[in-house]
């Protein structure tokens, strides 16, 4: 099995809608993240997690929102999806302190907003 | 703040050439660097990190990079490329003391390598 999975993997859904992206790792990880990616952009960074009780927001974080559930799970939410936000979207997970380790990602989730 | 740059959007090799995909960063202090790869409708899979120490490092699959502090570049390099190389490449780098630890992700490049 994945050590870090995504449901759903594809998902397309209508401008105005709730959709929520969700990320599981086995990894025991306390550090988990949310980026996008976009053709041309590379990876840009939504918000991140170094713990349960631990929330805060990257780069471009307006229109969403994250819930950091369990230290295995982390959310993603669009609260009122729009076409700009038609990416794809992938959970990673770091083990560790200070930065020296490197990432494990999911598989990714395409969105498509009609 | 911290940045990548890949000035490559695309690079071009023959099988069985030597192939490079470039890049340079810019951080506060010291670097944590890496390299990572993208097959198509895949994650981003880990290739090889530079922490400190030897300037040469060597990752998965035949890959390696070099260090270079003075002119601020990471470079990817294979001696001998597979078609099966082919993916996108992406360069990170985060500060080894200070800030948040977060990683800059360059824009990645696309390494096309022809039989």
Redesign the interface.
Known sequence: DAD?TQTPRNRITKTGKRIMLECSQTKGHDRMYW?RQDP????R?IY?SFDVKDI?K?EISDGYSVSRQAQAKFSLSLESAIPNQTALY?C?TMTG????N???????TRLTVL | AQSVAQPE?QVNVAEGNPLTVKCTYSVSGNP?L?W?VQYP??????LL?Y?TGDNLVKGSYGFEAEFNKSQTSFHLKKPSALVSDSALY?CAV???SGG????T????TSLIVHP
């Open positions: 870090v980026y041309g952009l590379g990876l960074l991140y805060n990257g992938f990673a302190t200070g930065a020296l490197e990432q494990f990602f999911g598989p990714g | 959007d944590y890496f990572y409708n895949r994650g981003l899979q880990f990190k922490i992406f985060s500060p080894s948040s630890y977060i990683p992700f360059g824009r990645g």
